[in-house]
């Protein structure tokens, strides 16, 4: 959890705060730019940090196929950016907004881990990471996507990398709504049902 706070502080500051200065000066806004020394090391340590989720994940088969295969897209994407040598400003602004949403996810699993579910706490937790997902991955996701789609400088891989994380955030999210109806409004799927009834 401290990795995705620190990289989410230091990806603000690094970025957006260049976008409010100048918006014309932005990495987000040349993805032609070489990748600098900060965004590489910003996703080196990203990197380290998916190979060993995904190692825990293997180890533990705690996580569903979804979750694995976002880590294995994420390692396969870092790789690849980072040999690609350019677009690294696109890459961290991607890294930092989806990173942004996880401590929420994280501080819900310690709460649970521990024993305080249910609780007001684990309630408020839970509801603001599916809040802060939905703002960030959701919306301002699809904000970047049209970006980088209206860019004439982004190469195939780069733009079939985008598309496969931004469909992965709606099949998250549509995860997550599910969850919110049978957890809070009692409603099943039909396919739900009809497994309760065999």
């Known amino acids: 959890m401290l990795h995705k706070l620190e990289f989410s502080a230091l990806e603000n500051e690094i970025l957006i705060g260049r976008v409010n200065a100048n918006p014309n000066d932005s990495p987000f806004a040349h993805p032609e730019w070489r990748t600098t020394y900060t965004q590489s090391f910003l996703m080196v340590v990203s990197l380290g940090y998916f190979i060993h989720d995904l190692e825990w994940?293997?180890?533990?088969q705690r996580e569903d196929k979804l979750m694995m295969a976002h880590h294995i897209y994420s390692v396969l994407a870092l790789f690849r950016m980072l040999f690609k040598g350019y677009?690294?400003?696109?890459?961290?602004?991607?890294?930092?907004?989806?990173e942004i949403t996880n401590p929420f996810l994280q501080a819900r699993w310690f709460i649970r881990s521990e024993g305080m579910y249910p609780s007001i706490l684990h309630t408020s937790v839970e509801t603001t990471f599916m809040i802060v997902f939905f703002l960030v991955?959701?919306?301002f996701g699809t904000y970047l996507m049209i970006i980088i789609l209206k860019q004439p400088e982004n190469d195939w891989d780069f733009i079939f990398?985008?598309?496969?994380?931004?469909?992965?955030?709606?099949?998250?999210?549509?995860?997550?709504i599910k969850y919110v109806f049978v957890k809070y409004f009692g409603i099943r799927t039909t396919q739900e049902l009809r497994d309760k009834n065999k």
Do not use: E, K, P, V
């Open 137 to 139: 991955r959701i919306l």
């Open 161 to 176: 990398l985008t598309l496969a994380i931004y469909l992965m955030s709606w099949i998250f999210f549509i995860n997550m």
């Open 57 to 60: 994940i293997i180890s533990y």
């Open 87 to 98: 677009s690294g400003g696109q890459a961290t602004c991607a890294l930092g907004s989806m």
